[in-house]
C-alpha cells in the first residue's frame, strides 16, 4: 500500500494510545500487555486496520496485534481505531524480525492480501516461504494455526504447496471465498477487488 507523504507521521504514530513502539522489549511478555491470558491472533500487515479493527471489536476475549512496516500507513489507520479496544494493539515492524518479538505465545496468525512477489528470484520474500514458516514456528504457542487471504492465484497455489510440504494440514480451502463465506468481515483490499469480480483465495493451515 503507498500513500502520499504525511508530514507528521511520526507525530501521530508516538501519540497513539494503540501502538508499542518498543516491541522487542516484550518478547515472551505480551499477555502483560494486554494483562490477561486470552489467546493472541496477529495480522501481517493491516493496512488501514478494517479487518483486525472489526475482529477486536466482535471478540473481546481475543487479543489482536496489527504488524505494519509503512509509517504512512500507521499514521492514517491508528487514528481511526475508535477508543475503548483494549484487546487490540499495533506495532511497527518488518515481519522479518518477528521472531525477534514473540516468542511460544501467538496462537493465530492472518496473512490477508500480503504481496504476492511474483518474479521466481524473489520468492523467498512471500510470508509463506520456509525463511518465514521457519521464523513462525518460534512464535506459536501450541498449535500452528494460519490463515490466508489473497485474490492472486499463483500466490496462493504456492502456499498450499509450501505449507504442505512444511507439515501443515489445510482445511477450509478455497478458490472463492465469496461463495463459500459471503458474509464475513473484510480487509481494505478485499473489498476493492470484490468490486472488480476478483475471486477471493483463502485457506486455514494448522499444524
Known sequence: ?????????????????????NPKDYKGKWSKV???DNPIY?????GMGKFIVENAKANKNINYIGIEKQDNVLARSLPNI?????????????????????????DLLYLNFSDPWP???HNTRRLT??????????IFKDKKIIEQRTDNENLFIYSIEMLSLYGYALSEVSF???????????TEY??????????????KASK
Not at 84 to 102: M, Q, T, Y
Open 82 to 106: 475508535p477508543e475503548g479496544l483494549d484487546n487490540l494493539r499495533v506495532i511497527r515492524l518488518n515481519a522479518l524480525e518477528i521472531d525477534e518479538v514473540f516468542s511460544k505465545e501467538v
Open 129 to 138: 516461504s520456509n525463511i518465514f514458516l521457519e521464523k513462525y514456528d518460534k
Open 119 to 121: 518474479k521466481v528470484r
Open 190 to 203: 478485499e473489498d476493492k477487488f470484490m468490486k472488480k469480480g476478483n475471486k477471493i483465495y483463502h485457506l
Open 34 to 36: 494486554f494483562n490477561n
Open 1 to 21: 500500500m503507498r500513500l502520499r507523504n504525511i508530514k507528521n507521521k511520526e507525530e501521530i504514530i508516538e501519540n497513539s494510545k494503540y501502538i508499542v513502539l
Open 176 to 186: 472463492d471465498l465469496n461463495t463459500m463465506i459471503p458474509e464475513r468481515i473484510t
Open 42 to 46: 496477529i495480522e501481517i500487515g493491516m
